[in-house]
């Protein structure tokens, strides 16, 4: 029976009988499992749309048919059937498959992707393309029920609905996005779903009439067109009509025929088209399907346990939460990654999951302010990105005290270029008003979050942190009352302002320069913004060095540098962060070799910046 290995492309599924796609089926999951548990990766929202990819592939003829999937991160199906099993188990790894559709990759990978709310307006985009050049071609977009909730998605929509191009929307409906998916959206989908209860009675019909001999077919669809027509009464929601779609569905996400027969419906109308199919997460493997929130996304085997930034930010709200009424908590679709879920079992009444909708968690929070409460917005420095406008607009430009709690920030690892966090120091450090500050650990991110709810109670602040930290010894927590900047280490010829994660790095590179006879000064430089000029003016009597893991444009060392010129200081200054722009998936701390920031990179662009300096002399 042929099998992964002998395929070599999605048009081989054609040749394939319905019990072979079965068996087919089983193979991927099988092989999917195995790889997340080995490689790490989104194992539970892959499972669930396996046959789906299967059909999608039967239905639409790749690449010149466009397949786009909305986040990316259910690409893994789609990878095993466009040619990369024998890829497959280099899943993460550096120089291996991506964890995402990525362009480069394959030419079935349409569009790369790997935030929410971007199938629709590719497929959109791709199909105006099409009409342009008198090109026939058809697209679809699958769309997760929780992306789908999205800003841009529903914006894209309302565009494709009165476009009259031959897209079809294929909603995969699994109740979940990473975690429960929540607001009047989800729940109107419910309603359709549990509707479905007519797919039951359609199969349990369907078995009788096969019993009735010679008029059991003719009856059987006799009834499927009166079906028809009761399910655009009934079913047919107003909300997708209205914005100029056909709908479809419930469809049964795992029933093979039926969703090839719906699928080829739908692309024959040349028209948007709604397909709603329902999924069942981790679907094929128990623990998945048990806790799919879980296996969402999963560690490799054997991975190094993590003192997690997150569970310590969500571990000193819910004692901020006991100790203050006002403190109010929100994520975008995220209660688990944040480390918010601490705050939302210990307050329910006072944290907001708005889905995945990052801009309104933003304005949200700055009416909540507004309202004289205490809001904090726990959010991925990657996800933010979407935030900027109401973070200048909402929240700055009125100076209402929002609170930002931006995990993730810097490198990230196996997720790679849609997920690191080193674009934040560029948009945060220019906002009037906003404070930056940035812990070298996590209980430090602890103490930085009780000081600043004190401390700056009237102005929005952004603390950002790394995604986890490898068990180890982290910097003494020294009181932001005694100095915004301490002094990890004194040396008398160059001084080392590292940021985060990277004073661990800098204080081994400064044992390193030892060596060379280098003595360095080591300073956690926790506050970004407003830079502490004191501290500051006084080092630079010493040549400096900025160590960020961050893109180096408009960063924290171009921000020292700018600060120190409006001073009137020409420091000798080396600036030490992210060149190479966007940063491919690799382990992290092979991400920060790459990137020239562990402590021997660094010991060496400070000896070679040294020698240079005491040359020009």
């Not at 991927?28 to 080995?38: D, F, G, V, Y």
């Not at 990657?382 to 209402?400: C, E, K, N, P, S």
Request: hydrophobic share 45%; aromatic share 8%; net charge neutral.
């Amino acid at each position: 029976m042929p099998g992964l290995s002998e395929l070599t492309g999605p048009r081989d599924l054609r040749r394939l009988s319905a019990e072979e796609l079965r068996a087919l089926a089983a193979e991927m999951r099988a092989e999917i499992t195995k790889t997340c548990l080995l490689r790490g990766g989104h194992l539970s929202s892959n499972l669930g749309v396996v046959e789906l990819s299967i059909a999608l592939h039967l239905v639409y003829d790749a690449p010149r048919d466009k397949i786009l999937l909305d986040v990316g991160h259910q690409s893994y199906a789609h990878k095993l059937l466009t040619g990369r099993f024998r890829a497959f188990a280099s899943l993460r790894t550096e120089g291996g498959l991506s964890g995402f559709t990525l362009r480069s990759e394959s030419k079935y990978d349409a569009f790369g992707a790997g935030h929410s709310g971007t199938a629709v307006a590719a497929a959109l985009g791709f199909a105006r393309a099409a009409r342009i050049r008198g090109e026939a071609l058809h697209c679809a977009a699958l769309v997760g029920d929780g992306s789908f909730m999205n800003g841009p998605n529903i914006e894209a929509v309302n565009d494709l609905g009165q476009s009259k191009l031959p897209v079809v929307v294929v909603l995969n409906d699994n109740e979940m996005s990473i975690s429960k998916n929540v607001g009047g959206l989800s729940r109107y989908l419910a309603r359709l779903r549990t509707r479905a209860s007519y797919q039951q009675l359609k199969k349990d019909t369907k078995r009788f009439l096969d019993r009735i001999p010679i008029f059991g077919g003719w009856i059987e669809r006799f009834l499927l067109f009166w079906k028809g027509i009761a399910r655009y009464v009934f079913v047919k929601g107003a909300f997708f009509s209205s914005l100029g779609f056909d709908y479809l569905g419930p469809v049964d996400g795992h029933d093979l025929p039926e969703l090839v027969s719906a699928l080829t419906s739908a692309r024959s109308m040349e028209r948007p088209v709604l397909l709603h199919v329902v999924t069942k997460k981790g679907k094929g493997y128990g623990p998945a399907e048990e806790q799919p929130e879980v296996y969402h996304g999963v560690s490799p085997e054997g991975a190094e346990r993590q003192i997690s930034y997150p569970k310590a930010a969500g571990l000193a709200l819910a004692e901020l939460g006991r100790e203050d009424p006002s403190v109010v908590v929100l994520t975008a679709a995220m209660p688990g990654g944040t480390g918010a879920e601490a705050f939302a079992k210990a307050f329910p009444d006072r944290f907001f999951d708005v889905g995945l909708a990052e801009e309104s968690a933003v304005t949200q929070g700055a009416a909540l302010a507004a309202s004289g409460l205490r809001p904090y917005f726990m959010v991925y420095s990657t996800f933010l990105q979407r935030g900027y406008d109401q973070i200048l607009h909402d929240v700055a430009l009125q100076g209402l005290p929002l609170t930002l709690l931006v995990s993730h920030a810097g490198l990230v690892g196996e997720d790679g270029y849609t997920h690191n966090g080193c674009f934040d120091l560029s948009f945060l450090l220019h906002v009037p008003g906003l404070w930056v500050l940035s812990p070298s650990g996590p209980e430090e991110l602890k103490a930085l979050l009780l000081w600043a709810r004190m401390a700056i109670p009237a102005a929005p602040v952004a603390i950002r942190y790394a995604k986890g930290a490898a068990a180890g010894d982290f910097p003494p927590v020294t009181p932001m009352e005694e100095s915004p900047w301490p002094i990890l280490r004194e040396g008398r010829d160059c001084a080392l302002l590292a940021v985060g994660e990277l004073c661990r790095e800098a204080l081994r590179a400064a044992e390193l320069l030892q060596e060379e006879g280098i003595e360095v000064t080591v300073v956690n430089a926790r506050q970004l913004s407003p830079l502490p000029m004191e501290p500051l003016c006084a080092l630079a009597r010493m040549p400096l060095v900025t160590l960020e893991e961050n893109v180096l444009e408009a960063g924290f060392g171009s921000s020292v540098l700018l600060a120190l010129s409006r001073e009137g200081i020409q420091a000798r200054a080396l600036c030490v962060g992210i060149e190479n722009g966007f940063v491919a998936h690799a382990p992290r701390k092979r991400q920060i070799e790459l990137c020239g920031l562990d402590a021997a990179s660094i010991a060496r662009r400070v000896l070679g910046f040294m020698r240079q300096s005491q040359g020009g002399k």
